[in-house]
Nanobody
Framework: QVQLVESGGGLVQPGGSLRLSCVAS????????MNWYRQGPGKERELVAS???????NYVDSVNGRFTISRDNAKNTVWLQMNSLKPEDTAVYYC???????WGQGTQVTVSS
């Protein structure tokens, strides 16, 4: 059974940074493009960043230049480094592939002064 466990969220002031982690078990992520998604209050889940097995990355415009997705296939882990955080980045963040495995619980990121 595939399990995705996200961590690293928290409360941070605008302009601050966080690094999110996603550890996968029950599968080998080297096979897949892995994504970070987020779901803000009252909003639908949106794709934020993607990374192919070879390391090619893509970002939604709103985070481009501020967020960096990376992966370590040997550790079955994907990270999301988030810098220059803004209040509108407040959301629950999830990792997954498309089509998705079962969703993890996500990790809450709150950007507020």
């Amino acid at each position: 059974q595939v399990q995705l466990v996200e961590s690293g969220g928290g409360l941070v002031q605008p302009g601050g940074s966080l690094r999110l982690s996603c550890v996968a078990s029950g599968t080998i992520i080297v096979l897949y493009t892995m994504n970070w998604y987020r779901q803000g209050p009252g909003k639908e889940r949106e794709l934020v960043a993607s990374i192919t097995p070879g390391g090619r990355t893509n970002y939604v415009d709103s985070v481009n230049g501020r967020f960096t997705i990376s992966r370590d296939n040997a550790k079955n882990t994907v990270w999301l480094q988030m810098n220059s955080l803004k209040p509108e980045d407040t959301a629950v963040y999830y990792c997954n592939k498309d089509p998705a495995f079962a969703w993890g619980q996500g990790t809450q990121v709150t950007v507020s002064s």
